[in-house]
T-cell receptor, first 112, second 115 residues
């Protein structure tokens, strides 16, 4: 079945540091890939997505590129801010009904 | 305007009770979901409805019963609550029903505590 593996957290960075959160997936066919973010006490919200190989999703300074050859969708940001502190979820959607498979989440803490 | 809303936001109850959580979306989406998030933030899908029809029914105790009176509403009823049911429950919705890459819109969550 489908699965998503993302790096365990928590990840602690200083403000303005470079961020990478690794995500790899296993799926049949050609899944769509997503990053969702969950701020404390809130529901998940879409951060970015990519629907086909080599697509790059980007939003709020975050980027991720859909790499089919390495089955990866790593999240990056060049300079994190304290306000980026949240839990980040990698997810995939493959065929059939809209059943999304989520990774386990990576908590990011950015300190001033 | 709130896109996906849930009530109540907090629910504290005793073991053995029956409770319901309500969800409404005003996005005109066809598909709605219930997820359970545990204390380690792990998200597990429970149910999904498309146009009031149950399309995803994961391995969930039959104490949990979803009900969709119309495509804008998906409620979750839980019978005989147990300590292990304590979690945050999220409702979500998305456009369309087949893998077309549509994202999901989540509600703010309902924190259920069973004592």
């Amino acid at each position: 079945g489908d699965s998503v593996t993302q790096m365990e957290g928590p990840v602690t960075l200083s403000e303005e540091a470079f961020l990478t959160i690794n995500c790899t997936y296993t799926a049949t066919g050609y899944p769509s890939l997503f990053w969702y973010v969950q701020y404390p006490g809130e529901g998940l919200q879409l951060l970015l997505k990519a629907t086909k190989a080599d697509d790059k999703g980007s939003n709020k300074g975050f980027e991720a590129t859909y790499r089919k050859e390495t089955t990866s969708f790593h999240l990056e940001k060049g300079s994190v801010q304290v306000s980026d502190s949240a839990v980040y979820f990698c997810a995939l959607l493959s065929g059939g009904y809209q059943k999304v498979t989520f990774g386990t989440g990576t908590k990011l803490q950015v300190i001033p | 305007d709130t896109a996906v809303s849930q009530t109540p936001k907090y629910l504290v109850t005793q073991m053995g009770n029956d409770k319901s959580i309500k969800c409404e979306q005003n996005l005109g989406h066809d598909t709605m979901y219930w997820y359970k998030q545990d204390s380690k933030k792990f998200l597990k899908i429970m149910f999904s409805y498309n146009n009031k029809e149950l399309i995803i029914n994961e391995t969930v105790p039959n104490r949990f019963s979803p009900k969709s009176p119309d495509k804008a509403h998906l409620n979750l009823h839980i019978n005989s609550l147990e300590l292990g049911d304590s979690a945050v429950y999220f409702c979500a919705s998305s456009q369309g029903d087949r893998g077309l890459g549509y994202e999901q819109y989540f509600g703010p969550g309902t924190r259920l505590t069973v004592t």
